[in-house]
């Protein structure tokens, strides 16, 4: 399904153009086995890389007009195998999302903003033209691998899904309507990026704070220091403030990001998926989007949801009153608990009932024994070396590495780890380049937010979080085909296998071989067994938060939106689904950056995650550093990406159907 991987996924910067149009090794390449390694051409100014962008996709045009044309017998090779030289070409610049993500160049990400649209374009046509879906439906595949006929028929699918066997002037509706989408969605993510707030506070209003992070932020001459929302700003604020009024400010502050633009924006941007979802034959974006995921349709995500929501009325109503308690002994007469006071509450909780300083914690987790204690998991599960890959980069601050099995190169990866202006706001992992066996090495990366010195726990466990995206697709690199390779896998599956890698951080065995203080010291056993006891407090509270933004999500997507005012409709669902109040004066959906990204699906971090904690069952009975169910793990369920439904690669691995069970009574 390449197209529609392409469409998508969040996919990167631009790589050398190794790879000539005939999907041959051409003579710039590397030498070793012809298989194509190379690394990220960032130096591009903007204007060099319009040209580039335009160049490329004139070429890319031109091959799909001869490949529509096209009269031979269709076949594999002759239709997909064609199409993959195409898209294998594209590869040069069908990952711009994470040029105008990361780059520090103004120019530059502007004219990437601008390329992806162009780019998204061109994939409208491919989707939109009946001649190669012609092509593609008279492939015989009575000769060819299961693989290789799910491949096929889920290209046809997405085809069809599309629009594809619309009249012409629908689909130039449609086409019409992907690129306006695409438009809308770059502002919409745009102006998040680009929108650093801050409110001012003294000395004294940092009190509770760990002293690294106060001396990292110094007074200038008035007395006044500045907090961001940038999240090396925001978490610490948010956890460890005594000043409440700090934390109201700042919670306020990060959660009107891009307000007002954005407001005008998203109601724009649900009304032409609305209008396109029509089109295609689905009664609302919802719908649509949900056609092609394991969850099947919207009223089986809403009932998933409502399962989960059900499970946790109990759970949350004693965390809250725990909370409430802590609140009184700081405001006596207080009657409910505020969204910013939650992360402060919970800290003195942990503090007090399970004797859990998380300022201690912290001590044991620098950013550069994180990085390396989460290479050497990796080398230890997964039996590969993590070396350190000399190769240009785009700023001082990015990293560069690549990954052995034995001494074969798997493939190599970029960490951007660090917070700076312009850049994204959060985590994420962006896929370079698919692998393709014997033709070319996965390329990734990732756009993370830590500070460069000690880090909490939780960015700990976002970080392995993210670098499982990262082994996915290093993993996934081996196929013949790139319709196959790489993370094409359902979109609400994607995140279960870095959701169940997070276990690993709470695990003493892992964490003693990279946790250590400045002097030196091994994390002790009992602080971890302290952090394990205290890990479920707030798991309520906070799953039911999450709740609470896959149902807006949902509730955003699977109705006409002009039937609903965005505030009005939020605040009646926080009122349904949040245990806490809606924060008055704050537009936090003009921030929700995936309303543009996962659109309806938000509930596919709660859906995955039931999957992980399915997954994770094997280790926990087998053992967490088992390295032969390890090597099941990688082989049946990271392997073989987007080669079989993801349905079935868990099936593999557990010997049965996966269940929901596990996951929703960990929840009571």
Not at 174 to 190: A, D, H, M, Y
Not at 545 to 571: V, W
Not at 656 to 661: A, D, I, L, N, Y
């Amino acid at each position: 399904m390449p197209f529609l991987n392409s469409l998508i996924t969040i996919v990167v910067l631009l790589i050398s153009g190794c790879i000539n149009m005939t999907g041959k090794q051409s003579p710039a390449a590397s030498s070793l086995k012809g298989i194509d390694i190379s690394g990220i051409k960032s130096d591009f100014s903007g204007k060099e890389y319009t040209l580039h962008c335009d160049a490329v996709l004139k070429q890319a045009n031109e091959q799909f007009t001869l490949l529509e044309m096209d009269t031979s017998v269709a076949t594999l090779d002759s239709v997909m195998g064609k199409y993959d030289e195409l898209s294998i070409g594209l590869q040069r610049i069908d990952q711009t999302s994470y040029l105008k993500s990361v780059h520090p160049d103004t120019g530059l990400r502007e004219s990437a903003i601008k390329c992806s649209e162009k780019y998204s374009e061109f994939y409208s046509r491919v989707g939109m033209s009946r001649l190669f879906y012609d092509r593609l439906a008279a492939i015989d595949l009575s000769e060819v691998t299961d693989e290789e006929k799910f491949m096929v028929e889920n290209s046809l699918q997405s085809f069809r899904r599309a629009g594809v066997n619309k009249d012409e002037p629908t689909r130039e509706k449609i086409r019409l309507l992907r690129k306006e989408i695409s438009v809308t969605g770059n502002k919409f993510s745009n102006n998040i990026q680009q929108d650093v707030r801050s409110v001012k506070t003294t000395l004294a209003g940092l009190k509770g704070l760990p002293d690294d992070f106060i001396k990292s932020h110094p007074a200038d001459d008035q007395g006044v220091i500045s907090i961001t929302t940038n999240y090396p700003d925001y978490s610490p604020v948010m956890k460890y403030a005594e000043d409440e009024d700090l934390r109201f400010r700042l919670r306020k502050a990060f959660r009107s990001r891009a307000y007002p633009e954005n407001e005008s924006i998203l109601k724009e941007l649900l009304t032409k998926r609305y209008q396109l979802a029509q089109l295609l034959g689905f009664d609302n974006w919802a719908e649509y989007s949900m056609s092609n995921k394991m969850i099947g349709n919207p009223e089986q995500a809403r009932d998933f949801l409502t399962t989960l929501g059900q499970a946790l009325k109990e759970p949350v109503k004693r965390e809250l009153e725990v909370e409430l308690t802590q609140l009184q002994k700081i405001k006596p007469g207080a009657e409910v608990v505020q969204i910013w006071q939650v992360g402060y509450l919970d800290n003195l909780i942990r503090k007090q009932q399970y004797q859990l300083d998380a300022k201690e914690v912290r001590e044991y987790f620098s950013y550069q024994n994180v990085r390396d204690g989460i290479f050497k998991l990796t080398g230890s599960l997964f039996d590969v070396e993590i070396r350190p890959w000399k190769t240009q980069t785009w700023h001082e601050d990015v990293e560069s590495y690549e990954i052995l099995e034995q001494g074969e190169l798997l493939g190599r990866f970029y960490l951007d780890s660090h917070p700076r202006e312009g850049k994204y706001k959060h985590a994420a992992h962006f896929t370079l380049r698919s692998g393709i066996k014997d033709l070319q090495i996965p390329l990734s990366a990732l756009a993370q937010n830590f500070p460069q010195g000690l880090m909490e726990h939780g960015q700990v466990e976002t970080f392995l979080h993210e670098f499982g995206h990262l082994l996915h697709n290093m993993f996934a690199g081996k196929q013949k085909w790139l319709g196959q390779s790489g993370m094409g896998v359902e979109r609400d599956f994607v995140e279960a296998p870095s959701q169940m890698l997070e276990e690993w951080v709470w695990d003493y065995d892992t964490l003693k071989t990279f946790a250590k203080n400045q002097q030196g010291e091994v994390i002790p056993k009992t602080l971890v067994v302290k952090m394990n006891k205290a890990r479920n407090f707030g798991k309520a509270t906070s799953t039911a938060s999450q709740l609470y933004l896959a149902n807006l999500s949902l509730s955003f997507y699977d109705r006409d939106p002009d039937s609903f005012d965005l505030k009005t409709l939020t605040q009646q669902l926080s009122a349904e689904f949040s245990p806490y109040p809606f924060m008055e004066g704050s537009c936090f959906y003009c921030n929700f950056g995936h309303l543009r990204g996962y659109t309806s699906n938000y509930y596919t971090y709660q859906w995955s995650l039931a999957i992980a904690t399915d997954m994770f069952s094997r280790f926990q009975k087998e053992g967490m550093h088992n390295s032969q169910v390890a090597r099941e793990y990688r082989e049946k369920v990271l392997a073989p990406g987007s080669s079989k439904s993801a349905r079935l690669t868990v099936t593999d691995f557990l010997g049965r159907e996966f269940s929901t069970e596990a996951y929703i009574a960990s929840l009571k």
